[in-house]
């Protein structure tokens, strides 16, 4: 692999113009592309196999489409001035509804004055539609068809908002200025750091062509996959992070190589060949974290692992052949527009990191305990996460589908955001007798725990099908709404068998899905990353000590996910808004339950990209073990000429992640702050002190592999060097030693 990508990276740089050509032309084809032709989403949240779906499919047989989720719209009136029930009022409502029946694809619309249909302070009612024949995928445009329709209700002075029945997985996530932000945020770090906006630009410009490269390629899929709504904001989160991450670090190597005098294009070849290698081998352990999800059984966290890691290919892509084209076109000049007083460094670039780790080879000991003992001060909340559906009330304040919410819940109590839709199959002698079966369903329902009050039961066309709406004394997000579910599932009617629909029930039959999967999920995902390292190090306790590590810091983005959200110390600080109606206490406390597809999404995300730092360090103190075979000395080295540039790494990480919790949408924030969190104690306890002060007290141990798994494994090289075997230096002729600065491969026997 090395000796591929030295010659991939020196034809790029010597065809420096034909590659930069070639990416932007790619990215902007495919970008256009998907814009022309559209990037088609979908909201299937759908798990086969489980009683909701069930409950959906037969919905979907006995009654039409129009009893689906997507298939029925709401909409909620408000007087602030007196009651809907009043003349003037009444009559608006009315005229409304007449304008809503004639809006394409409306099948039924009941209206408010009905029974049930507004609430006991006669202030707040609602408009159910029914819909049929409009694109199911499509829910929010269906309820925007619906509200324009109701103008005459508002000129009479009252609030109209459509209320949101879908799923989380149906919210669209608008993009923002997160992304600008974000950039920003990494130039500037990039500036400070390097000192010159030339180098501090390639990074940010690879990572831009990389992302959009992506986002064209998510677009087209849509036409041919299932791509969730949340994909292109995780793939443009990801891939900033990684496509400027991975740029960075060739571009360290490079401006080294030429302080040490080393020619361009030989400069360039030999970066690719080496730290070219660690990033292709660092994305792939991304790409298989992200493609483990696909055991996860929920069709959404697949296709969005999946999708996602798209970017991902794209940032190595870029990286491994853009970069070094850059590289090759700028020169020397890639140290232009130098700022003064910026990126001049005394003492050399790695003597403050290298004296940290003969600081911790020093005192292993110390260093390993009191790192345990902040991780698990930090990792200690991760216990009280609290795990459940997000509804509406947890939206943007003042936002629509909040208010929605909001006056429902006022109106008619809270589990009416929620309803449970029962579907009962009857047998061939209760459906000939189906009226005292039916009357004993509802009563059964009706009587259960927690159940506010049931709709009158609906008979489908064929006899054999009931459906009864059923609407909790719980909020969607309350976990005793999951208790109502399976407490409804255990009834037994003779003659009738019983499955639950509704998000509700979705959302429980996910959250069950993901508790069943998920061991399965991350024992796969630490396996095989593990035997990526042992490919790569030939070291069976480099490879299970760094899977480790990386637990350790999913630990701590949990334990800081947990402070956050479930305990609600910061959840405000994040943008999330407490209802109006709240107590100081619960102001200042307010918990944001976590969507159960969540903590699997982000571990795969973070197990890969805390592989990316490992890879890098461990690489570094290889390279000096080999060169010595002094371990504590080698740890040392590897801190020293490593630290920095990751720390760099991270802080523009987290810089982006940052800058995303500004999205109104609650599961991106919940993702922004763990991701931020796990990188940021990643690069700092656990790469500057836990790892280092782990491997001197293992010593040689480190490096340790039976010889008859030697034997088995192929001798592949993540960072080595080309075969030349002279030195390239002005005036260096053939047959010279090979310089020390470029040791024997990871991967070389020994």
Known sequence: MTRFLGRLGGWCARHGMVVLTLWVVAAAGLMGASLVLGSPVSNDATIPGTDAQRAHDLMRS??????????????????????????????AVERAIADIRAVPHVKQVDTPFRRGGIASNLQIGLITVRMEGHDPAKPAEAAQAVSRAAQPARAAGLEVVAADSSTPADKEIKTGPSEIIGVLCALLVLVLAFGTLTAALVPIFTALVSVAAGLGVIGLLGHVADVPKQAGIMATMIGLGVGIDYALFLLSRHRKLLADGVPVQESVRRTVASSGGAVVFAGGTVIVALSALVLGGFPLLRTLGLVTGVSVVTAVLTSITLVPALLGLLGHRVNALRLPFLGRRRGGDSSGWAGLGAWVARRPWRVLIGSVVVLAA???????????????????????????????ASGFGPGVNGPLLVVAELDEKAADAKA?????????????????????????????????????????????????????????????????????????DAGDRMAERTPLVIGVVVLLSALLLLLAFRAPVVALKAAVMNLISLGAAFGT????????????????????????????FFTVPIESYVPLMLFAVLFGLSMDYEVFLLTAVRQAYLRHRDNSRAVAEGLGSTGRVITLAALIMVSVFVAFIA????????????????????????????????????????????????????????????????????????????????????????
């Open 561 to 588: 996910l947990a402070m956050v959200f479930s305990v609600g110390l910061g959840s405000r600080l994040v943008g999330m808004d407490p209802p109006l109606e709240s107590s100081s206490l619960q102001t200042f």
């Open 436 to 508: 005292p079966v039916v009357k004993r369903l509802s009563d059964a329902v009706e009587n259960v725990d927690g159940v506010a009050h049931v709709a009158p039961a609906k008979v489908g066309d064929t006899g054999r099908t009931v459906l009864i709406q059923a609407i909790p004394e719980y909020a969607p997000s309350d976990s005793r709404s999951a208790d109502v579910v399976h407490d409804v599932r255990a009834l037994s009617v003779p003659g009738a068998t019983l499955h639950v629909g509704g998000k509700v029930a979705a959302l429980t």
């Open 378 to 408: 930090i990792t200690a909340p991760a216990l009280a996460l609290k795990l459940g559906p997000l509804d509406d009330g947890y939206a943007a304040q003042g936002s629509e589908p909040r208010r929605a919410y909001e006056l429902m």
């Open 62 to 91: 006995g009654f039409g489409p129009g009893y689906e989720t997507g298939g029925t719209v709401q909409l909620v009136l408000y007087a602030p001035q007196g009651q809907l029930i009043d003349k003037p009022r009444k009559e």
């Open 663 to 750: 999205y109104p949408d609650p599961m991106v924030k919940t993702f922004g702050v763990g991701l931020a969190a796990a990188i940021a104690v990643d690069a700092t306890i656990i790469r500057g002190f836990l790892v280092p002060a782990t491997m001197v007290l293992l010593g040689r141990a480190n490096w340790w592999c039976p010889r008859w798994l030697d034997r088995l494994l192929p001798n592949l090289s993540v960072e080595g060097h080309e075969e030349d075997d002279h030195d390239v230096r002005p005036g260096g002729g053939a047959g010279q030693e090979q310089r020390d600065d470029l040791p024997e491969p990871v991967g070389a026997r020994g």
